[in-house]
Structure formats: structure tokens, C-alpha cells
């Protein structure tokens, strides 16, 4: 196996080498984070481009490569400064004087959303040409690009007639079921001829890709369902460049570029296929990613024989194809796994209950009969019981047995509802806490003796729909030409800032009587107000006037393009008002929430990174007057994709860091809670609260009545073509089930607590003391 010479110099920080071909079918290479690897990716990418200045490459749009942009660039800009005796060029084994040409390349676009503008803001075409051929110089002469908004088709007369895709779909749904189909009328007929017209531009795509010898250099992503480019799951590995439609993961993920699922689910795609990748033998296919969202389906591709369930397992024929992944990314690949633990100088408990659990889980054995009897066959037990044994120099019945107790001894815990305490509840975004602990906060808000703070770190303002805003101004509109702006409160009242608890009591009562109209006009004052203090006035016409103007603005807006900063003000605003609503249902003050919106979030392709003074002195300022006793926060310290959850994360780091220099009279515990997005092993945690029926009925009920910006789901989750309340349920009955198949039903039904006995649902938390903390995210950068 051919290393190239970024490749060893990674390596030498690397936790394993390249494993044997027996274990990883194609060769993984692994780094601490998710910065690292795009400096690997963009250094590789510059060492290939130095050997073969003429070759054909094929590289990412959206969001995926990102950081392999921003380093790439960053390289090219500082090229003498990374040359230098202490720089990375020279140590990863670049000693070019001058950065390298690109105008010699090749250039194949991977995918395309069908139809779609190449001028369109959010297309790939568009993604392209602005930060590859624009922004490092390729030749567009020699790109080889994808435009699905028009097609040239000869009339039957023989006269050539340049159409719009759009024209000819006017609803905006693909259907390429017509291919088969006998076309019902004129219109039909035509959109048939337009699909296999786009059939033939597919065909010629991939023999101009084949004319040039086949892709040189691929760079890839992989989605929820194993897809690189838009090869999803059940693509053939002898598929070639096409028209196809996306499955529902592939459109979860394209929903933020598009402005909301529902504008994806009109859309086809056109992309090259598995052998248009793996046409060239030579291909360095590189495929790139962080976190461990997808970790399982990366081993799949990465150990297994190639199958059509894994569209990233069809590189294994490639000899120079690669695995480029942080920790996390790698963390379910077997031999790997064991190999770290066999070479670790310490192993922790945490570690030896995660192998006992996984292979109770593969050889379907309880605990509880495992620790009774040791029940175990050496020659077909998971060989995660043998290295078990191993590292923990116990034999299997006492080790699982000694797993068995941590496990009770975390539900029991979770079962103690601490009091008196001061809660500081963070989260990223506004419904972050909600879909990760919301049925604790009803155990914890019911004793007067606790104090519960909420505090948001974001706007959260990308998770609004434009259709929603749209919706809202609307409604607001006419409430205001109507009169019926101050029924129910008075000018002086609606125009002060302060009184806006009257609002929130208003919305409240009128979902008790199910009267969804007052529901909308306490939402119209809501947003009447926050314009009002934006505006600095209390004249209705004023408020009108800037309402009609907002709405002007989004009715002309192409969805998926860059809102107006007046737009993203209101998506704000709404979810503000959406978060005050949730914990108005327990009575709590509405002094008692606070919306921070640090000011590096963004949709921005490079997003602010943080600075002290914007992002971080906020939250320690906040801590000095609260002066919690538990910190709860989102634990995600490997970020990937939008890197929300890991900034806020790091911002609090730093803030707690700087709160406890100063104020180290009570230190406080900290929470670390997963949600949606990823989920805590059960050894991982060490805290686990048992959840009811009751509690599911009312996470839907707040979750449809205050949410209703998410209601519809328009950014979903890969993983549920549903709510998030829907997810979550899915998630705590899945984590409770894996708790009974590890200790049996009877542990719950049989206990005398109520909490056990009512449980069908169960919260993962990683209950830890600051300086547990700082260890745990001090590999963060």
C-alpha cells in the first residue's frame, strides 16, 4: 500500500496505523477532531494536485466540505509562512517554493439538484464555479458542469426551442415514473421528452468523464443512509451518471439548502454513479467525515464486503481509496477499537462496561444471567467478552456483574431528584433541552425549593421557514387593519417591553379553550411588540408599514437564497416567544429565560469563529448573577456538519473556566445531555432517568402548541420522517429498551418506585464535576 507522504506524517499522531486489509477493507486514517481533518484533507488534496497537474478531480459542495475549504485556502494564502523550518508544508512533506497551479485540472461536478438555476445561490453548479474555479482558479474550459434549469429540444417541425425545466413542471414535482408511463395529455408528453432528454445530457456527462481517463481525485462526504454524492442506499456499484430521485435521508439533508423538505421533495438529482468513481483504478477516492452520526454505517462500508446497502463500499475496488475520520467517525469499527484498548497504557471502567454491554447486546444475553452463571462458550462468545476479561483481569460473571450494579446504580440516581439547587439550563438552540430532558424539568421545577434559569445561546433563527414567517406577517397584518390589535391588552401595555408575560398568559389561555384564533393574536402581539422596540415607535401604521415591507421582501425571495438580516431578526423573535411559552406551562418567570444570541452563529459559508468579548463574556456574566449549583449543556465535543452545538459547547467551556477563576466559592456540577442529534452509550452515562407514558403525552402536547415553527418539520432529522418530539420518544424508548435487554422488565415493574414502575422511556445524562468536564473536552479547539 502506497502512503503518500501527508499520509505519514498524520500517521505519526495517528492512535493506529493502516490496519491489515483483513480487518479494514479500505484503509482508515484517524485524528483527534474535526479541524484536523480538514487540514489533512486539504493537504492531501494540494500534494495530489503537485503530482498529477493535469488530472481530473471531483470535490464536494454544501456544506460537507466546508473546512476543507477554509483550510485549503488558508494554505494557499499562507504558503511562504507554512514553508518556514517550523511550518506543516515542509513536516507533511511539501517543499514547492510556490503554491500550486490549478488551471491545468479537470473539473467534474458531482451532483446537481434537478431542476435548479446554476445561478441559484444554493446550487451546486453555483457552489462550484464561486469557490473552486473562481476561488482557486481552475479553468472553466476544462469543468465539466451540470445546468438542469434548461433543456434544447427539437419541435416536431425540426425547429430547435431552448426550454425551462421549471416551465414545463409548473407545480415544481419531478416525476420520472413518466419515463415509463404513457403520457396523459400535451403537458405530460412534454415533460416526458425533457426527462429522457436529461437521460442523454447524463449519458454524454459520463462518457466526456470517461474520455478523460475517469476521475483522478474524488472527495466525498457520506450521508445517514451511506450516500456519497447521490449514489443512496441500494445503488448499484455499476451505476453510472444519471437522472434519479433522493430517498427520504438524503432529503433531510439537502432540506437546509433548500429552504425546507418540502421544496426537496420536488426535486430529482442528477449525479455521477459508483463506476463513474471507480472507472480510473488509480482514483485516490478520499472519503471524509466527523462525529459519530454515522459511525456504524462507515463500518459497514469500511469491513464489510461490498453490497449495494453501502454505496461508499464500492470504493473497496479502488487500491488508493481512503478513509479520512475523526475518532468519534471511526468509533464502531471493530478491530480498531480493541486494538486501542489492548495498546492503552489505562483502561477505564466506563470502557470495560461498554465491551461487556456490546457483546450482551451481539450474543442477545441479559446481565442478570450473565452475572448469575458466566454463561460463557470461549470459542463463541463476542470477542468483546474476551478482551474484557482481559483488560480487567476479572472473569466474565464478575465483571458483568460489576457492570450490572453501575448500571442500577445510575438509574437510582436518576431516580433522586436533587433539591434545593440552582439550575442554569443551556442550550444551542431553543428546543435543545426540550428533546433532551424535557420530563426531568417536571420533576425538577415541581419542589419551590429548586431555581430553574433557561438560558439560549443562539438565535436559532435557520430553523425558521420562510413559509412561517410569511404566515405570521400576514396574520399580523391584518390584525393590525382590522383593530383588533388591542382587545385584549392596551396600547401602553402592548407598546412596553416589560409587560410582555401578558401575551404569554393570553396564548396559554386561549390553547386551554382551543381557540386557535386567539392563539394567533396573542402571537400577532407577540411580534407587534418586538417590532415596536425594533422600530423604536408606537404608531400601528409604522408596525404596518414595516410588516408590509418584510412580507414584500419574502414573497420575492427564491427559497434557499440568503434571507434579508430583517428576516433572520423575526425568525428570532419567534423562536424567543416559542422557548417562553414551554416553561410558561410551569409557572416559571419570564425573567427567568435568557436569549443570548451569540454572535457567531450564522448560515454563513464560513461561520465567526469565537471571540471573548461577544460569545463568551455574556454567558460568564450570566453565571456571576445566577451562580448555578448544576450547569446543564449539550455534550457534542466533535463537531461536524453545522457546528452549533460544538461552538456553544466550547463557549461554555470557557466561560466556566473564567467563572471559577473568579468565583470559586460553590463549584458547580455539570449535566451533559445529548438530544436528537446523538445519543450516549450506556456506559457512557452515569445518570439515568426513567420516563413516563404521561410525560411523552405532554412533550407532544408542548411540543405542538409552542413549537409550531417546528411542527411541520421542515429540517428534519435523517433519522424520522416526523417531529422531533416524535424522535425523541423513538430515542428514550429505544435507550429504555436496551436497558431491559440488558436487565430484564422485572428490575422496572418490580420495583417499589413509582418512577421505575411507570417507566417505558429512559434519559441518558453525564452527570460530571468541573474539573471531570474540563478533562472531557480538553481536546477541543
Not at 398568559?505 to 386567539?518: D, E, F, K, V
Not at 404608531?539 to 440568503?562: C, F, K, N, V
Not at 465535543?637 to 467563572?659: C, F, I, M, N, V
Amino acid at each position: 500500500m502506497k502512503q503518500s507522504s501527508v499520509e505519514k506524517y498524520f500517521l505519526k499522531s495517528a492512535s493506529l496505523p493502516f490496519l491489515d486489509k483483513q480487518f479494514e477493507r479500505i484503509p482508515v486514517l484517524t485524528v483527534n477532531n474535526y479541524i484536523t481533518l480538514a487540514q489533512l484533507t486539504a493537504l492531501r488534496f494540494i500534494e495530489w494536485v503537485y503530482e498529477n497537474p493535469e488530472g481530473v478531480v471531483s470535490l464536494p459542495a454544501g456544506n460537507s466540505p466546508r473546512h476543507f475549504i477554509k483550510w485549503l485556502y488558508y494554505y494557499l494564502e499562507n504558503w511562504d509562512t507554512e514553508r518556514k523550518k517550523n511550518g506543516i508544508l515542509p513536516a507533511a512533506g511539501i517543499t514547492a517554493k510556490q503554491p500550486p497551479s490549478f488551471k491545468g485540472l479537470h473539473f467534474v461536478q458531482m451532483d446537481e439538484f434537478f431542476p435548479i438555476a446554476p445561478d441559484h445561490e444554493r446550487s451546486f453548479h453555483n457552489f462550484v464555479k464561486k469557490w473552486y474555479i473562481e476561488g482557486l482558479g481552475f479553468d472553466i474550459q476544462k469543468a465539466i458542469l451540470f445546468n438542469t434549469s434548461t433543456a434544447t429540444l427539437f419541435t416536431d417541425g425540426g425547429t430547435r426551442q431552448s426550454l425551462r425545466v421549471d416551465d414545463i413542471f409548473p407545480d415544481g414535482t419531478i416525476d420520472l415514473s413518466l419515463r415509463k408511463k404513457l403520457p396523459a395529455d400535451e403537458r405530460g408528453r412534454l415533460q416526458k421528452k425533457i426527462i429522457r432528454h436529461f437521460d442523454q445530457v447524463c449519458e454524454d456527462f459520463e462518457a466526456s468523464i470517461r474520455a478523460l481517463g475517469g476521475i483522478g481525485f474524488f472527495l466525498s462526504g457520506i450521508g445517514p443512509d451511506g450516500h456519497i454524492a447521490h449514489n443512496t442506499f441500494g445503488s448499484s456499484h455499476h451505476s453510472s451518471t444519471r437522472l434519479t430521485t433522493m430517498n427520504y435521508q438524503t432529503m433531510a439533508v439537502a432540506a437546509r439548502d433548500l429552504g425546507g423538505i418540502e421544496e426537496v421533495r420536488k426535486k430529482a438529482v442528477v449525479t455521477i454513479g459508483l463506476e463513474t468513481i471507480t472507472f480510473n483504478p488509480a482514483c485516490v477516492a478520499i472519503i471524509f467525515a466527523a462525529g459519530e452520526e454515522n459511525a456504524e454505517i462507515i463500518a459497514r462500508a469500511v469491513e464489510s464486503t461490498p453490497e449495494i446497502t453501502s454505496p461508499a463500499s464500492a470504493l473497496q475496488k479502488l487500491k488508493n481509496s481512503r478513509f479520512y475520520l475523526t475518532e468519534g467517525a471511526a468509533s464502531k469499527l471493530t478491530e480498531r477499537r480493541f486494538k486501542k484498548l489492548l495498546n492503552a497504557k489505562t483502561v477505564t471502567g466506563t470502557e470495560i462496561d461498554r465491551l461487556i454491554i456490546d457483546g450482551a447486546f451481539i450474543s442477545e444475553t441479559k446481565l442478570t444471567a450473565l452475572k448469575r452463571t458466566g454463561l460463557s462458550n470461549e470459542r463463541t462468545e463476542p470477542r468483546h467478552w474476551q478482551i474484557a476479561r482481559q483488560l480487567s483481569k476479572k472473569s466474565l460473571q464478575k465483571a458483568a456483574e460489576s457492570t450490572y450494579n453501575a448500571i442500577i446504580e445510575k438509574i437510582r440516581r436518576g431516580l433522586d431528584i436533587p433539591k434545593p439547587q440552582r439550575f442554569l439550563h443551556t442550550g444551542p438552540h431553543h428546543d435543545d433541552i426540550e428533546l433532551a430532558y424535557f420530563p426531568l424539568v417536571h420533576h425538577l421545577v415541581r419542589s419551590p425549593k429548586n431555581l430553574n434559569y433557561f438560558c439560549y445561546m443562539t438565535s436559532g433563527f435557520t430553523s425558521v421557514t420562510n413559509t412561517f414567517v410569511t404566515e405570521k406577517l400576514a396574520t399580523l397584518i391584518r390584525v393590525i387593519k382590522s383593530g383588533k390589535l388591542y382587545n385584549a391588552v392596551s396600547k401602553n401595555e402592548l407598546f412596553t417591553m416589560e409587560r410582555r408575560e401578558i401575551e404569554i398568559h393570553g396564548y396559554l389561555n386561549a390553547i386551554a379553550q382551543q381557540n386557535t384564533y386567539s392563539a394567533g393574536l396573542y402571537t400577532a402581539m407577540r411580534l407587534c411588540r418586538h417590532c415596536a422596540e425594533l422600530l423604536q415607535t408606537d404608531s400601528d401604521y409604522t408596525i404596518l408599514a414595516y410588516a408590509e415591507e418584510q412580507l414584500e421582501l419574502l414573497q420575492r425571495h427564491t427559497p434557499g437564497s440568503t434571507i434579508p438580516e430583517t428576516i433572520t431578526q423575526i425568525k428570532s423573535w419567534i423562536r424567543q416567544w416559542e422557548a417562553e411559552l414551554v416553561w410558561a406551562h410551569f409557572g416559571l418567570d419570564i425573567r427567568d429565560i435568557y436569549h443570548l444570541q451569540l454572535k457567531f452563529y450564522s448560515d454563513a459559508m464560513f461561520p465567526r469563529e469565537l471571540h471573548f468579548e461577544r460569545d463568551v463574556k455574556p454567558i460568564v456574566d450570566l453565571l456571576m448573577k445566577i451562580k448555578p449549583t448544576t450547569v446543564t449543556l449539550a455534550v457534542d465535543p466533535e463537531g461536524s456538519g453545522p457546528d452549533t452545538h460544538y461552538k456553544t459547547l466550547l463557549a461554555l467551556r470557557k466561560a466556566l473556566q473564567s467563572y471559577i477563576n473568579e468565583y470559586d466559592k460553590e463549584i458547580p456540577r455539570i449535566w451533559g445531555y445529548r438530544n436528537v442529534w446523538s445519543s450516549f452509550h450506556p456506559a457512557e452515562a452515569t445518570m439515568i432517568v426513567p420516563v413516563s407514558l404521561n410525560s411523552f403525552a405532554v412533550l407532544h402536547n408542548m411540543f405542538n402548541t409552542c413549537f409550531l415553527s417546528q411542527k411541520s418539520a421542515s429540517f428534519p432529522s435523517s433519522k424520522l420522517d416526523g417531529t422531533f418530539s416524535e424522535l425523541a420518544q423513538k430515542i428514550w424508548v429505544q435507550q429504555f429498551n436496551d436497558l431491559t435487554r440488558l436487565l430484564g422488565k422485572s428490575v422496572f415493574y418490580n420495583d417499589d418506585h413509582p418512577m421505575m414502575r411507570r417507566a417505558y422511556g429512559a434519559i441518558y445524562f453525564k452527570d460530571m464535576s468541573y474539573e471531570e468536564f474540563m478533562d472531557e473536552t480538553r481536546e477541543m479547539k
